[in-house]
């Protein structure tokens, strides 16, 4: 089973600033086969990227993803105040599929 | 546009069986670009993966869930179902029931999701 290993597990930003999330696995996810979420309290997690680097439909451009191999990546280029929330990501490269324990964007 | 919606009882006694049901609109379960899958969050916790079900029945469980797990699917319906046996209090979760593109046949990301119910595993 590959083990995603998210950090910060909470981050701390003003609205404007960049963020920059962490995303490891403990194997190569093959074809960089990985996918990041964000969830709002009481909401279902929303697809934000999907094969590491793909925004999903109507996602806005300051969410960015990047990555391979076992490192990747989720930055939002100028927060906004909607974007405070928790960010999972999710590997799909190989069974079972398997989640991060999440990161908490906070505002500072 | 896909939409989904779980249902079924917010209460199971210890040792009784989950049963949950989503229904699909805006588009067929029989389609070929779709695989159906459920994902649970225990309360202030993360993401699991409980399992995927193809329209013609094929199924995919989350090893840790196995034994106890039974995913069904109904086209004449516009749904497929989920069932838990033997359940604890560590089954105690919001389940949601979510699409899954065919990317690479079953394993794939989740878009769109329903909306979430709340499971409770008391006596």
């Known amino acids: 089973e590959v083990v995603l290993t998210q950090s910060p597990g909470t981050l701390s930003l003003s609205p404007g600033e960049r963020a920059t999330l962490s995303c490891r696995a403990s194997?190569?996810?093959?074809?960089?086969?990985l996918a990041w979420y964000q969830q709002k309290p009481g909401q279902a997690p929303r697809l934000l990227i999907y094969?590491?680097?793909s925004r999903a439909t109507g996602i806005p451009d300051r969410f960015s993803g990047s990555g391979s191999g076992t490192d990747f990546t989720l930055t939002i280029s100028r927060l906004e105040p909607e974007d405070f929330a928790v960010y999972y990501c999710?590997?799909?490269?190989?069974?079972?599929?398997?989640f991060g324990q999440g990161t908490r964007l906070e505002i500072k | 546009q896909l939409q989904l919606q779980e249902s079924g009882p917010g209460l199971v006694k210890p040792s009784e069986t989950l049963s949950l049901t989503c229904t699909v609109s805006?588009?067929?379960?029989?389609?070929?670009?779709?695989?159906w899958g459920w994902v649970r969050q225990p309360p202030g916790k993360g993401l699991e993966w409980i399992g995927t079900?193809?329209?013609?029945?094929?199924?995919y469980y989350n090893p840790s869930l196995t034994s106890r797990l039974t995913m069904s699917v109904d086209t004449s319906r516009n749904l497929f179902s989920l069932k838990l046996n033997s359940v604890t209090a560590a089954d105690t979760a919001v389940y949601y029931c979510?699409?899954?593109?065919?990317?690479?046949?079953?394993?794939?990301?989740?878009?769109?999701w329903g909306q979430g119910t709340l499971v409770t595993v008391s006596s």
């Open positions: 979510a699409t899954q593109p065919r990317f690479l046949e079953w394993l794939g990301w989740f878009d769109p």
């Open positions: 805006g588009g067929s379960i029989s389609s070929s670009s779709y695989y």
């Open positions: 079900i193809y329209y013609n029945g094929n199924t």
């Open positions: 194997q190569y996810i093959s074809n960089n086969y």
């Open positions: 094969v590491a680097s």
């Open positions: 999710q590997q799909y490269g190989s069974s079972p599929i398997t």
